[in-house]
T-cell receptor, first 113, second 115 residues
């Protein structure tokens, strides 16, 4: 089955700096890669996703890049703000897997004002 | 906006009790999922369902069962609760579009303590 590894497990940055979280996956059939943000006391919420036919996607301060050959994808947050502090999860799934996703173990991002 | 509602935010039960966790989604999604979330272990899939009355085991189904009698409702059952089932439980749903994966929409979780 699919295996997703996420690094780092914790990340602390100063407000205004950039943050990068990286994930690798094992199953070359995976073709959909969402990123979720979980704030304290809430469930994870989708913040951005990318499909395997695209190498990069951007939405304001967040971007995701995908390298299918190396089987890794990354989340980039620029100009970080204290409200970006949360746990971030990457995930991978394929359309042969009945809607199931395999999640990374999460990254706790702290943005210091 | 998709809404996934979990019936309880906090629940305290005793060892050996039968525990029901309920989840309802309002977007007519075919797929529904139950996860448990423990520190350092990410989200682990317990069971999922891709249609009414259909269910499949996830990665950690032992000690749990599920029920999906109606499309909008997916219940997680702890047959005989044990202390190692103390955890945060998250329900999610997603739509099924042929050949095109869709994101999952999560509830806010039920924090279950087994004493």
């Amino acid at each position: 089955g699919e295996n997703v590894e996420q690094h780092p497990s914790t990340l602390s940055v100063q407000e205004g700096d950039s943050a990068v979280i990286k994930c690798t996956y094992s199953d070359s059939a995976s073709n959909y890669f969402p990123w979720y943000k979980q704030e304290l006391g809430k469930g994870p919420q989708l913040i951005i996703d990318i499909r395997s036919n695209v190498g990069e996607k951007k939405d304001q301060r967040i971007a995701v890049t995908l390298n299918k050959t190396a089987k890794h994808f990354s989340l980039h947050i620029t100009e970080t703000q204290p409200e970006d502090s949360a746990v971030y999860f990457c995930a991978a799934s394929s359309n042969t897997n009945a809607g199931k996703s395999t999640f990374g173990d999460g990254t706790t991002l702290t943005v210091k004002p | 906006d998709v809404k996934v509602t979990q019936s309880s935010r906090y629940l305290v039960k005793r060892t050996g009790e039968k525990v029901f966790l309920e989840c309802v989604q309002d977007m007519d999604h075919e797929n529904m999922f139950w996860y448990r979330q423990d520190p350092g272990l990410g989200l682990r899939l317990i069971y999922f369902s891709y249609d009414v009355k259909m269910k499949e085991k996830g990665d950690i189904p032992e000690g749990y069962s599920v029920s999906r009698e109606k499309k909008e409702r997916f219940s997680l059952i702890l047959e005989s609760a044990s202390t190692n089932q103390t955890s945060m439980y998250l329900c999610a749903s997603s739509s099924h579009t042929q050949g095109l994966e869709q994101p999952q929409h999560f509830g806010d979780g039920t924090r279950l303590s087994i004493l």
